[in-house]
Nanobody, 115 residues
Framework: QVQLVESGGGLVQPGGSLRLSCAAS????????MRWYRQAPGKQREWLAT???????NYADVVKGRFTISRDNAKSTVSLRMNSLKQEDTAVYYC?????????WGQGTQVTVSS
């Protein structure tokens, strides 16, 4: 099993940037598909971005062009660079690891976009 810990959240003004990180421990990180999700108060968890074990990426339309997912297999980390943040990006952000039937989640990190 893999364990995930997110970091990097905080308070940022509209138009600002943040970089979230997710550190993985346990099984071979490079075998996992990694995803970022978020959940705003009163809303369902929303998929944002995926990066495959080979580095291919895919984004939800709501973040395409503003967010960038990347991974460092040597450091067992996945990151989410977020630019041009909007108030509606306020949410708890989660990383997710998938390999076959294994799904693992981190505890989440809060991102608040406010002036």
């Amino acid at each position: 099993q893999v364990q995930l810990v997110e970091s990097g959240g905080g308070l940022v003004q509209p138009g600002g940037s943040l970089r979230l990180s997710c550190a993985a421990s346990g099984n071979i990180f490079s075998d996992y598909i990694m995803r970022w999700y978020r959940q705003a108060p009163g809303k369902q968890r929303e998929w944002l971005a995926t990066i495959s074990s080979g580095g291919s990426t895919n984004y939800a339309d709501v973040v395409k062009g503003r967010f960038t997912i990347s991974r460092d297999n040597a450091k067992s980390t996945v990151s989410l660079r977020m630019n041009s943040l909007k108030q509606e990006d306020t949410a708890v952000y989660y990383c997710n690891a998938i390999r076959g039937t294994i799904h693992a989640w981190g505890q989440g990190t809060q991102v608040t976009v406010s002036s």
